[in-house]
Protein backbone atom coordinates (compact mmCIF):
# COMPACT_ATOMS: atom_id res chain seq x y z
CA UNK A 1 0.00 0.00 0.00
CA UNK A 2 2.96 2.05 0.45
CA UNK A 3 3.16 2.85 -3.10
CA UNK A 4 -0.47 3.36 -3.80
CA UNK A 5 -1.01 6.42 -5.61
CA UNK A 6 -4.03 9.43 -4.35
CA UNK A 7 -6.32 8.06 -5.94
CA UNK A 8 -6.05 4.43 -4.76
CA UNK A 9 -6.56 6.70 -1.24
CA UNK A 10 -9.22 8.68 -2.06
CA UNK A 11 -11.40 5.31 -2.79
CA UNK A 12 -10.13 3.88 0.01
CA UNK A 13 -11.29 6.54 2.40
CA UNK A 14 -14.82 6.95 0.14
CA UNK A 15 -15.33 3.68 0.03
CA UNK A 16 -14.57 2.99 3.97
CA UNK A 17 -16.87 5.95 4.70
CA UNK A 18 -19.71 4.51 2.46
CA UNK A 19 -19.50 0.76 3.76
CA UNK A 20 -19.54 2.54 7.26
CA UNK A 21 -22.71 4.38 6.20
CA UNK A 22 -24.47 1.63 5.00
CA UNK A 23 -23.34 -1.08 7.23
CA UNK A 24 -24.20 1.24 10.07
CA UNK A 25 -27.49 2.18 8.87
CA UNK A 26 -28.88 -0.94 7.93
CA UNK A 27 -28.01 -2.60 10.70
CA UNK A 28 -29.18 0.22 13.20
CA UNK A 29 -26.00 0.97 14.73
CA UNK A 30 -26.73 4.50 13.29
CA UNK A 31 -30.16 5.33 14.91
CA UNK A 32 -32.13 6.14 11.16
CA UNK A 33 -35.72 6.15 10.75
CA UNK A 34 -35.50 3.70 7.98
CA UNK A 35 -33.89 0.59 10.20
CA UNK A 36 -35.01 -0.01 14.19
CA UNK A 37 -33.28 -2.76 16.25
CA UNK A 38 -35.41 -4.18 18.94
CA UNK A 39 -31.89 -5.38 20.95
CA UNK A 40 -29.25 -3.37 22.03
CA UNK A 41 -26.31 -3.23 19.68
CA UNK A 42 -23.58 -5.48 22.00
CA UNK A 43 -20.22 -3.52 22.79
CA UNK A 44 -18.29 -5.33 20.26
CA UNK A 45 -20.84 -4.58 17.52
CA UNK A 46 -18.89 -0.56 16.77
CA UNK A 47 -15.38 -1.96 16.59
CA UNK A 48 -16.25 -4.76 14.11
CA UNK A 49 -18.48 -2.54 12.41
CA UNK A 50 -15.56 0.04 11.90
CA UNK A 51 -12.89 -2.71 11.13
CA UNK A 52 -15.21 -4.09 8.64
CA UNK A 53 -15.80 -0.62 6.92
CA UNK A 54 -11.78 -0.29 6.50
CA UNK A 55 -11.40 -3.57 5.56
CA UNK A 56 -13.82 -3.14 2.58
CA UNK A 57 -12.91 0.22 1.91
CA UNK A 58 -9.08 -0.78 1.62
CA UNK A 59 -9.89 -3.79 -0.86
CA UNK A 60 -12.36 -1.79 -2.55
CA UNK A 61 -9.20 0.41 -3.58
CA UNK A 62 -6.98 -2.35 -4.83
CA UNK A 63 -9.80 -2.54 -7.91
CA UNK A 64 -8.35 0.71 -9.15
CA UNK A 65 -5.92 -0.71 -10.77
CA UNK A 66 -6.76 -2.13 -13.80
CA UNK A 67 -4.11 -4.45 -14.43
CA UNK A 68 -5.11 -6.88 -11.39
CA UNK A 69 -7.33 -10.04 -11.92
CA UNK A 70 -10.84 -9.08 -10.52
CA UNK A 71 -12.41 -11.36 -8.15
CA UNK A 72 -13.88 -10.95 -4.85
CA UNK A 73 -16.18 -13.73 -3.41
CA UNK A 74 -13.76 -14.02 -0.14
CA UNK A 75 -14.81 -10.27 0.35
CA UNK A 76 -18.48 -10.71 -0.45
CA UNK A 77 -18.65 -12.67 1.72
CA UNK A 78 -16.57 -11.24 4.30
CA UNK A 79 -18.71 -8.47 4.28
CA UNK A 80 -21.98 -10.39 4.70
CA UNK A 81 -20.95 -12.38 7.59
CA UNK A 82 -20.09 -8.98 9.25
CA UNK A 83 -23.07 -7.85 8.41
CA UNK A 84 -25.04 -10.90 9.82
CA UNK A 85 -22.70 -10.57 12.61
CA UNK A 86 -23.26 -6.69 13.52
CA UNK A 87 -27.34 -7.01 13.25
CA UNK A 88 -30.02 -7.59 15.90
CA UNK A 89 -30.48 -11.13 15.34
CA UNK A 90 -34.43 -10.66 15.98
CA UNK A 91 -34.78 -7.90 13.19
CA UNK A 92 -33.08 -10.40 10.77
CA UNK A 93 -35.65 -11.40 8.55
CA UNK A 94 -33.89 -14.33 6.95
CA UNK A 95 -32.54 -15.88 10.83
CA UNK A 96 -36.43 -15.08 12.45
CA UNK A 97 -37.68 -17.28 9.52
CA UNK A 98 -35.22 -19.77 9.55
CA UNK A 99 -34.86 -20.02 13.65
CA UNK A 100 -37.51 -18.38 15.00
CA UNK A 101 -37.52 -15.61 17.20
CA UNK A 102 -36.36 -17.89 20.37
CA UNK A 103 -34.34 -19.60 18.24
CA UNK A 104 -32.29 -16.40 16.99
CA UNK A 105 -31.66 -15.21 20.48
CA UNK A 106 -30.72 -19.19 21.53
CA UNK A 107 -28.93 -19.93 18.51
CA UNK A 108 -28.13 -17.12 16.26
CA UNK A 109 -27.03 -14.41 18.91
CA UNK A 110 -24.25 -16.14 20.40
CA UNK A 111 -22.50 -17.45 17.22
CA UNK A 112 -22.40 -13.58 16.17
CA UNK A 113 -19.21 -12.62 17.62
CA UNK A 114 -17.67 -15.75 15.65
CA UNK A 115 -19.26 -14.53 12.40
CA UNK A 116 -17.88 -11.19 12.91
CA UNK A 117 -14.41 -12.57 13.51
CA UNK A 118 -15.10 -14.81 10.46
CA UNK A 119 -16.08 -12.14 8.00
CA UNK A 120 -12.90 -10.01 9.47
CA UNK A 121 -11.19 -12.58 8.53
CA UNK A 122 -12.46 -13.27 4.88
CA UNK A 123 -11.48 -9.55 4.65
CA UNK A 124 -8.48 -9.49 5.45
CA UNK A 125 -7.39 -12.53 3.61
CA UNK A 126 -8.72 -10.71 0.32
CA UNK A 127 -7.10 -7.77 0.97
CA UNK A 128 -4.34 -9.92 1.82
CA UNK A 129 -4.35 -11.63 -1.58
CA UNK A 130 -4.56 -8.50 -3.43
CA UNK A 131 -2.01 -7.03 -2.41
CA UNK A 132 0.29 -9.94 -2.62
CA UNK A 133 -0.87 -9.90 -6.01
CA UNK A 134 0.11 -6.80 -6.95
CA UNK A 135 3.39 -6.71 -5.50
CA UNK A 136 5.14 -9.91 -6.71
CA UNK A 137 3.17 -9.42 -10.56
CA UNK A 138 3.24 -6.22 -11.25
CA UNK A 139 1.93 -5.65 -15.22
CA UNK A 140 4.14 -3.05 -17.33
CA UNK A 141 2.14 0.55 -18.29
CA UNK A 142 2.78 -0.65 -21.93
CA UNK A 143 4.53 -3.42 -23.67
CA UNK A 144 7.96 -3.25 -25.15
CA UNK A 145 7.69 -1.64 -28.56
CA UNK A 146 4.18 0.61 -27.67
CA UNK A 147 1.81 -2.70 -27.57
CA UNK A 148 -0.97 -4.05 -25.33
CA UNK A 149 0.32 -5.08 -21.76
CA UNK A 150 -2.01 -7.67 -22.32
CA UNK A 151 -0.27 -9.43 -25.23
CA UNK A 152 2.93 -8.82 -23.46
CA UNK A 153 1.70 -10.99 -20.81
CA UNK A 154 1.00 -14.13 -22.86
Not at 74 to 88: M, N, R, S
Request: contains cysteine; hydrophobic residues 55%.
Amino acid sequence: MRQWKTRQWAVALGATALSALLLGAATALIPNPVFDRMIAPEWWNYPVWIATAVLAGLLTATYVDPAMPRGGAAGAGGGFLAWFAIGCPVCNKLVVLALGTSGALTWFAPLQPVLAVAGMGFLAWALRARLRNARSCPVPASAPGGGDPAEARD
